[in-house]
Nanobody, 130 residues
Framework: QVQLVESGGGSVQAGGSLRLSCAYS????????MAWFRQAPGQAPGNARE????????????LDADAVKGRFTITQDQAKNTVYLQLHNLRPEDTAMYYC???????????????????WGQGTQVTVSS
């Protein structure tokens, strides 16, 4: 059974930093891609989640969304079965539930589309105050 468990969320002031972790129960040598998404408060549950960053697990190639480029960094530690999202210079508009996602299929390359990911964690809340 596949399991993704996020942690590390919290409340910080604008300009602060957090590191989110996603621990997975399946060896990520089986994954092709892992990613972080977010969903801001007040959005309808059916709305697509916003892609933040993703990583190709075999090459460590990454893709960041323009909104977070230069502030957020996705990394992986395969020995610990964990993917991280380092968040720097946080802004109030970064407030959201952050989700970890994973995909087995090779697909068409790095993607920040939620529909390209089959496995999801339960999320960890990040709140940024001004």
């Amino acid at each position: 059974q596949v399991q993704l468990v996020e942690s590390g969320g919290g409340s910080v002031q604008a300009g602060g930093s957090l590191r989110l972790s996603c621990a997975y129960s399946r060896k990520n040598s089986s994954w092709n891609y892992m990613a972080w998404f977010r969903q801001a408060p007040g959005q309808a549950p059916g709305n697509a989640r916003e892609g933040v960053a993703c990583i190709q697990t075999r090459t460590s190639e990454t893709l960041d969304a323009d909104a977070v480029k230069g502030r957020f960094t996705i990394t992986q530690d395969q020995a610990k079965n964990t993917v991280y999202l380092q968040l720097h210079n946080l802004r109030p508009e970064d407030t959201a539930m952050y989700y970890c996602a994973a995909e087995l299929r090779a697909g068409n390359g790095l993607s920040l589309l939620s529909s390209d990911y089959s496995y999801w964690g339960q999320g960890t809340q990040v709140t940024v105050s001004s």
